[in-house]
């Protein structure tokens, strides 16, 4: 853990230290880390003759999603890992984060290289099968994704069309043998 993240655990944990490593509380430490919204997983070791070893994986932002008052930054699960007025600079997913629609835009986001990424303005997905995004600085092109399958093919695909086509109003490449631009 870095920065802010890496304070908290340490004060989080900081009735362990200390402590012969037979008093340790796995319980106690799991509890007192389960409060920090940012950690995805941990491990514990402990190392004879008086070392704790704590290692810790931090949640990584991947979308916005809106949020009373402003929007708030999300990881792959939906868990909110910050909050603001202004919009950050993550894809916007508009689907309810309870839904199944949320995982299917958030494995859209996932499957798409840093190049295309970063140019995602709005992610929607009514479901499983309809996923759609548009695009910053394309005129606001969309990009019809569709279902979940052949997520790799589809992102090669429409890398290659951005390229090929940079000023279509639509890119669909739900069907990535026979992709459309318009």
């Not at 900081?14 to 037979?22: C, E, K, V």
């Not at 704590?54 to 979308?63: G, I, M, S, Y």
């Not at 708030?72 to 997913?93: E, F, I, M, Y």
């Amino acid at each position: 853990a870095t920065g802010s993240t890496a304070a908290e655990v340490r004060h989080a944990v900081s009735g362990q230290l200390g402590r012969p490593l037979a008093s340790i509380s796995r319980s106690e430490v799991h509890d007192a880390l389960a409060k920090i919204d940012r950690i995805g997983s941990y491990s514990l070791a402990l190392k004879p003759p008086n070392t704790m070893v704590l290692r810790v994986t931090q949640r990584v932002p991947v979308a916005a999603v809106r949020h009373a008052g402003g929007y708030a930054t999300v990881d792959a699960a939906g868990v909110s890992l910050a909050q603001s007025r202004a919009r950050p600079a993550l894809p916007l997913v508009t689907s309810r984060v309870d839904t199944k629609g949320f995982a299917a835009a958030i494995q859209v986001i996932q499957a798409l290289p840093a190049t295309v990424d970063k140019r995602v303005d709005t992610v929607s997905a009514t479901s499983l099968d309809n996923v759609a995004f548009t695009l910053r600085g394309h005129h606001g092109a969309t990009v019809v994704w569709g279902d979940r399958s052949k997520p790799a093919l589809k992102a090669k695909v429409l890398t290659a069309l951005l390229g090929a086509v940079p000023h279509a109003a639509r890119y669909d490449v739900s069907s990535p043998g026979d992709a459309v631009t318009r």
